[in-house]
């Protein structure tokens, strides 16, 4: 069985035979991930320089990535299958699939800087955590109780609102406390 037909197997197509594919059906985005590309549970599955060929030509098969990407941020899921890279005998920069592994695994998506990952394991934070009631350091009243964290939202963009000290510090009554010294019985700070 070849790719092409490894991948229709699985339910997917697309336009462009060289990265991504995607099955609206089963709402589930698969990506090929290379032997050379793969370290302790995550792979690179695109980088941004891979937009343009050697030859400076815009390569279709990322700007369809890139759209099949987006997908993940409408609830569709990432899998990706293992190929093994072989260097083509006219230009070893080009990669070429000398062999692929028949099954798709689910993964995570991961973007840092210019390269797409796709971990084994998802973040490390819930769907959703709650916050509980607290005091923050330097805050005088509560914080917030809840913050969702939606798979695929960075936790770069998580936002929580805090108290600004200065919005409660005429709020609370002035503490004064006894202390005792060799010159005087009590003082206040």
Not at 57 to 62: A, E, F, N, Q, V
Not at 163 to 188: M, Y
């Amino acid at each position: 069985m070849n790719r092409k037909q490894f991948i229709q197997s699985q339910g997917a197509t697309c336009k462009n035979w060289n990265w991504s594919f995607i099955s609206h059906d089963c709402h589930i985005v698969i990506f090929g991930a290379w032997d050379t590309e793969r370290e302790q549970g995550c792979a690179v599955i695109l980088r941004e320089k891979w937009d343009f060929s050697a030859k400076k030509k815009r390569l279709p098969g990322y700007t369809q990535a890139i759209e099949h990407l987006g997908y993940l941020n409408e609830g569709y899921e990432l899998y990706t299958f293992n190929m093994f890279r072989s260097p083509k005998p006219d230009n070893p920069d080009v990669a070429a699939i000398k062999g692929f592994e028949h099954r798709i695994e689910k993964r995570y998506l991961r973007k840092e800087g210019r390269f797409w990952y796709a971990d084994t394991v998802g973040h490390a934070y819930p769907d959703e955590f709650t916050v509980p009631e607290q005091y923050t350091e330097g805050a005088l009243k509560p914080m917030p109780t809840k913050e969702v964290l939606k798979p695929g939202k960075p936790v770069s963009d998580i936002t929580v609102p805090y108290a600004r000290a200065a919005d409660s510090i005429s709020k609370k009554p002035t503490e004064t406390w006894a202390r005792t010294s060799p010159t005087s019985t009590t003082s206040t700070p």
